[in-house]
């Protein structure tokens, strides 16, 4: 049985349609990631979750149960938002109750689940204190543990940690997974950030526009996109685009010939026409990674940026600006000429009509 | 060696400083000084002239002595304690209705809120009529047929500081109501998010989240109600003159009937003071409780 | 976009948006309540319009309530032209014209004045002026009773005391407070690189002000305008105090029409007369709407 099923979902504002025909699977301890630009619709599907948004057309079930007009609280779910929302007039300890208590719940029985998710998320010595006197990761934590002390097999999670610094982020991400690791409930994470979305995600659900343009794991994801929004969207610095025309197995952009024999096509796509080539910047070998990449050019530095770990050349093949990811420890300057190889397993082919991978 | 020392303090900034001097008068003048030469003058025996013949606390026992005094400040304390009250509970309900995601909520708004754009004159002029005995309210529901009703608070000394209590709120509710508002719509959203998902009704989120949220707004609210309370006159001279007799007196009048009608100026400097000495008293805690706020958070 | 689209079999039970009934017994308390409250609200304009629209007899006889059977404007023409104070009986133009003649120059000489001190409070710092600020602000408090008779005095001693434009300097001077925190607070919001780089070019202190904060503010001017028209169209205490009978300005002389003992009551006229004094303030309040919600919030809060 799966935890959360989403069928065939419409919600509207008025004439604008935020959410169309959306349908979403979700297994039993699942950690999906619904990932996008702000506006594409993510955490108004969120709210339709939750409850706290009236869907205009579909249902959603939650443990088999149809949810579609119940209350937020009747659906046995819990959920941390971005600015927290903690109550901010009760001590820690009263916040993770509030909900427990108002349903009537056993004094022993809230004192136990009050303790146990103090003990998880470590915040026992946190209990009297009131949210003003808590950092901003200490109250992230508290609003996790108040979605868990609900005991509820769902969380929701909406950019739980857009409002913290980098550093504090990246300690929290893990924390999450980790959470997860232990919990096993399902967990549903809505972010603009992709590295959050990579490494917390067991699938992935690109969206846009109130659509899902592609749902699947953050392998899938990155290697195989299954357009070119999302091709876009998922990699810093993005993937290279390259318009030509595909005819006889080979890929030809002005003066650029490559053979595409390697590649993986899509069943039942054409194998001749305009195409567009896509490769991520990483993927475009130079130096020791030369040898196991079949097609090799050479290309003129445009201008360096050094990274770090690893040093970002633009340059541009057949009249296209690209990227290339290079070592960090290369010694390039602008106006030298370097030698770049590409593999054609590692990239993607679109059709730039329907813009989906060929 | 001239043209690198500093240049004179007092002509930094100069056209600045010439600016500020009709700011400086006022503050320093009219505000500091005007009320100082009140204070001192309420020691005087001044009468129709202030003169600075020192008699002490004289004037202060005269006015404690007053009866008109006595039930001037009996009415500010009736009025002041049920404006407060039931400003707060008004402005706070309707806020509360209004920011159920209604519908006509702009007009309800106008609704509301338009009785504080008249005066108090015009506000004292008009519930004077309503509550006419004769044809207001009390003689219409006698035509219907109740021969007995009585609701004649502008005729009755005993209730006539209600009669005036119902034209304050009508004038100054919507206000308060507008404070609420704002304070409401500046609660994060997700907090109301947060209570529904935990399945806690709403009547219950206002008394146990949002009221203690809004302790500042209703701080300010209080405040702002308390420095209209003491300034109570015109709808006063407007809707009753003070009477029946003397039974709608309050310290406002009292001070100006004694400065320029019954020329006993340091009797109206006493009276005057002792408003400020109220003011002070409220304030003060107020202003205390700010500045607290301030340094914790 | 793949597999996602394939429409999934819709399940039996609940789909769609939620039921929800027009007359919830929660929506016939949230609008019952609201409307009932309206008509208390609403209820001493209506009393205002129809008394002044009927003639004495039917006020006599019928309630205040029912509208008018047979409407006449006669009110309307003697209150403006022909009601009585007790001194004079040329009706409330008189007040009209004196309250206009205290309104212009008190709200530009207020505002300008204001804005001014405003524009050096917030950029222009110098040693004590915050001191003078919150010794102004303070002032906000203090019951105007204390300050009544050293007015009175100051006024004598520059020979303006009972003419309009004593009347305007107490408005200049107690409409002070509010506005400058108003100005101080909006000119603050105004991003300071814009301040750094006039002076860079060159501005001075009124360069500054008049070509760059100005054309900038202009919301907030007229925000202070609302706030001043109405404040000062509805003052009454000043104008008792400070005016004498040929300058009253409307209010004052409203009150006396209304209230003087002399001659039978009218109170169609009355009604007539107390509308026309709020009327003023009611325009501005119905056009500005917004706005004049903006300026009590921005009186309001403080700091």
Redesign the interface.
């Known amino acids: 049985m799966n935890s959360v099923e989403i069928k065939n979902l419409d919600l509207s504002f008025g004439s604008v349609k935020v959410l169309q025909n959306l349908n979403l699977d979700i297994g039993q301890g699942e950690f999906i990631v619904l990932l996008g630009s702000s506006g594409c619709g993510k955490s108004t599907l969120l709210n339709c979750i939750a409850g706290l948004l009236d869907v205009t057309g579909g249902q959603i079930h939650i443990n088999g149960k149809n949810v579609t007009w119940a209350e937020p609280s009747e659906r046995g779910i819990g959920m941390v938002f971005q600015s927290y929302a903690l109550y901010p007039q009760m001590t820690v300890e009263k916040n993770l109750s509030f909900g427990l208590r108002n349903a009537k719940m056993p004094k022993d029985e809230i004192d136990a689940r009050v303790a146990r998710a103090a003990e998880i998320l470590q915040i026992q010595p946190l209990l009297n204190r009131k949210p003003g006197a808590l950092s901003g990761g200490q109250r992230q934590r508290v609003a996790i543990g108040r979605a868990l002390v609900r005991d509820v097999d769902v969380f929701l999670f909406d950019e739980p940690l857009s409002n913290l610094d980098a550093k504090l982020r990246a300690d929290l991400r893990v924390e999450i997974k980790r959470l997860h690791g232990q919990l096993q409930n399902t967990m549903i994470y809505v972010t603009h950030d992709q590295i959050e979305a990579m490494t917390l995600a067991d699938r992935i659900a690109i969206m846009k526009g109130g659509k899902i343009m592609q749902l699947g794991s953050p392998h899938e994801i990155y290697n195989r996109p299954q357009n070119l929004y999302v091709a876009d969207f998922i990699g810093s610095p993005s993937m290279n685009f390259i318009k030509g025309d595909l005819s006889g197995g080979t890929f030809r952009a002005g003066d650029m010939v490559i053979p595409v024999d390697g590649y993986d096509f899509a069943e039942g796509t054409k194998r001749e026409g305009a195409a567009i080539f896509g490769v991520r910047p990483e993927h475009i070998a130079t130096g020791d990674a030369l040898a196991s990449a079949p097609i090799r050019t050479q290309v003129t530095v445009d201008l360096v940026e050094p990274m770090g770990a690893d040093t970002l050349i633009y340059s541009s093949i057949a009249g296209t600006p690209v990227h290339i990811r290079m070592d960090g420890q290369a010694v390039v300057r602008k106006g030298d000429t370097v030698e770049i190889g590409i593999n054609p397993k590692d990239a993607s082919l679109f059709d730039p009509d329907s813009e989906l991978r060929l | 060696m001239d043209a690198s020392r500093r240049p004179n303090q007092l002509f930094r900034n100069l056209n600045a400083k010439l600016a500020s001097i009709p700011m400086i008068v006022t503050a320093l003048v009219v505000f500091v000084g005007g009320t100082t030469w009140t204070v001192v003058h309420s020691f005087t025996n001044s009468r129709l002239l202030p003169k600075l013949n020192f008699v002490g606390l004289d004037q202060y026992e005269r006015l404690w002595s007053s009866s008109r005094w006595m039930i001037s400040i009996e009415n500010l304390a009736i009025y002041g304690a049920c404006s407060m009250i039931l400003s707060l509970l008004i402005g706070f309900t309707l806020a509360a209705l209004l920011d159920r995601k209604i519908r006509f909520e702009g007009a309800f708004r106008t609704i509301f809120l338009y009785p504080f754009a008249l005066s108090f004159v015009v506000t004292g002029l008009a519930w004077q009529w309503i509550l006419n005995p004769d044809f207001g309210i009390q003689g219409v529901v006698r035509d219907w047929g109740w021969e007995g009703f009585v609701f004649d608070p502008l005729n009755n000394p005993d209730i006539v500081i209600f009669g005036i209590l119902i034209a304050g709120i009508w004038q100054g509710s919507g206000f308060i109501m507008v404070i609420m508002l704002a304070g409401l719509r500046g609660i994060d959203e997700d907090i109301w998010k947060a209570t529904r998902v935990e399945g806690i009704p709403a009547w219950k989120t206002y008394i146990q989240v949002i009221i203690p949220m809004m302790r500042p707004v209703f701080v300010t609210a209080l405040v702002l109600i308390a420095s209209g309370i003491i300034k109570l006159y015109d709808l006063v001279v407007a809707q009753t003159n003070g009477g029946p007799g003397l039974s709608s007196e309050v310290p406002a009048k009292y001070v100006i009937e004694y400065m320029f009608r019954a020329q006993n100026l340091a009797q109206g400097f006493a009276a005057s003071t002792m408003m400020l000495v109220s003011v002070i008293i409220i304030l003060v805690p107020w202003a205390y409780l700010e500045f607290g706020g301030k340094k914790r958070g | 976009?793949?597999?996602?689209?394939?429409?999934?079999?819709?399940?039996?039970?609940?789909?769609?948006?939620?039921?929800r009934r027009r007359f919830s017994r929660r929506n016939i308390f949230?609008?019952g309540?609201?409307i009932v409250?309206?008509m208390?609200?609403?209820?001493?304009?209506y009393?205002?319009v129809v008394?002044s629209l009927k003639g004495m007899p039917e006020?006599?006889l019928g309630?205040?309530?029912s509208p008018p059977m047979e409407i006449t404007y006669e009110p309307w023409v003697k209150a403006w032209a022909e009601a009585c104070t007790g001194i004079n009986c040329d009706g409330l133009s008189r007040g009209f014209m004196n309250s206009v003649q205290i309104l212009v120059p008190s709200v530009v000489l207020s505002i300008a004045?204001a804005s001014?001190?405003g524009?050096?409070?917030a950029n222009?710092?110098?040693?004590g002026?915050e001191v003078?600020?919150t010794?102004?602000i303070?002032?906000a408090?203090?019951?105007?009773?204390?300050?009544?008779?050293?007015?009175v005095?100051?006024l004598r001693e520059i020979g303006l005391m009972g003419s309009i434009w004593g009347l305007v300097l107490v408005h200049?001077?107690f409409g002070?407070p509010i506005l400058?925190l108003l100005f101080r607070n909006y000119f603050t919001s105004i991003p300071e690189e814009l301040f750094k780089a006039a002076r860079v070019d060159g501005a001075?202190?009124?360069g500054i002000y008049l070509r760059i904060m100005v054309p900038m503010s202009l919301p907030i001017f007229v925000v202070a305008m609302i706030l001043q028209v109405?404040g000062i169209?509805?003052?009454?205490?000043f104008g008792v105090?400070y005016t004498k009978p040929e300058t009253y300005p409307m209010?004052?002389q409203?009150?006396n029409i209304?209230?003087s003992v002399q001659g039978i009551k009218e109170?169609n006229v009355?009604?007539a007369a107390?509308l026309l004094?709020?009327l003023v303030?009611?325009i501005?309040?119905?056009v500005s709407?917004k706005l004049?919600?903006r300026g009590?919030?921005a009186g309001?809060?403080?700091g």
């Open positions: 976009m793949a597999d996602m689209t394939a429409n999934a079999p819709v399940l039996e039970g609940p789909s769609g948006p939620k039921p949230l609008y309540t609201l409250v309206s208390y609200y609403l209820l001493p304009l009393v205002m008394t006020i006599r309630n205040i309530f004045i001014v001190n524009y050096a409070l222009w710092r110098f040693k002026s003078f600020f010794i102004l303070i002032g408090f203090i019951p105007y009773q204390t300050m009544l008779y050293p007015i005095i100051m200049t001077v002070m400058t001075g202190f009124w109405t169209w509805n003052d009454f205490l105090i209010t004052v409203l009150n209304v209230n109170y009355n009604m107390t004094t709020g303030p009611l501005i309040y119905f709407g004049f919600v009590i919030a309001a809060v403080k």
